[in-house]
């Protein structure tokens, strides 16, 4: 089977993950906020996921790993749809990316230390919620932000995972201080930030998908 016709069939395969991402997010959204995902922010997300998935199998991603990937980018479109829309994370959604990230992990046989590194994160998150709650009585990140970090540290490798978070913390900053400053009593979704940031680092070689190490 040539490359080419192994590319389509993940484009395909991508294009029917991404159907049922956002068929999940309207349903979600309509039969519990009575609302709908914002068509720009599909129409991104899927522009994310083909460039993405794109970009790998140039790098030499092979079949299983652009596999994987189409699954991480239909979880992150609907986290990022939800999120944006209602402020909301179904814990079905982020426990979701924990599972389908040790198993793919575990593929690499690097599931110990996605683990740690996921259980590290998580703990920090979780205390740092905690922090804000007990000394602001506010919630400055939410559960779902707490569980979707440690998702996204079950994917990533280690050195990468504080780079991406901190990405994250600054787009949203920044957001902050542009548009939401004579709006601070509007909550802000935090998921679509972090979405954004593993999206962007998916696009690089040899970040998610070390290709010169395993996929040759």
Not at 183 to 208: E, H, I, K, M
Request: glycine letters at 6%; a positive charge.
């Amino acid at each position: 089977m040539s490359a080419l016709l192994s590319m389509a069939i993940i484009i395909i395969i991508l294009a029917v993950i991404l159907y049922l991402a956002y068929s999940t997010a309207a349903i979600y959204l309509s039969a519990v906020h009575d609302t709908r995902p914002p068509r720009p922010v599909v129409y991104m997300c899927c522009l994310l996921a083909i460039v993405s998935v794109s970009l790998n199998g140039a790098y030499g991603v092979d079949a299983t790993g652009l596999l994987f990937l189409s699954i991480l980018t239909g979880l992150l479109t609907v986290m990022t749809l939800t999120d944006i829309a209602v402020c909301r994370l179904p814990r079905i959604f982020t426990l979701s990316l924990i599972v389908l990230g040790a198993a793919f992990r575990y593929s690499l046989e690097e599931l110990t230390y996605s683990l740690l590194n996921a259980s590290l994160w998580f703990g920090m998150t979780y205390l740092l919620r905690q922090f804000f709650i007990t000394a602001k009585g506010t919630e400055a990140l939410g559960l779902g932000d707490v569980f979707l970090i440690a998702g996204i540290a079950m994917w990533t490798q280690p050195q990468h995972t504080p780079l991406l978070i901190t990405a994250a913390a600054s787009g949203a900053f920044l957001f902050i201080l542009l548009f939401c400053r004579r709006r601070r009593q509007q909550a802000l979704p935090f998921a679509p930030f972090l979405c954004a940031s593993l999206y962007a680092l998916t696009l690089l070689p040899d970040s998610v998908f070390r290709t010169s190490e395993i996929f040759t």
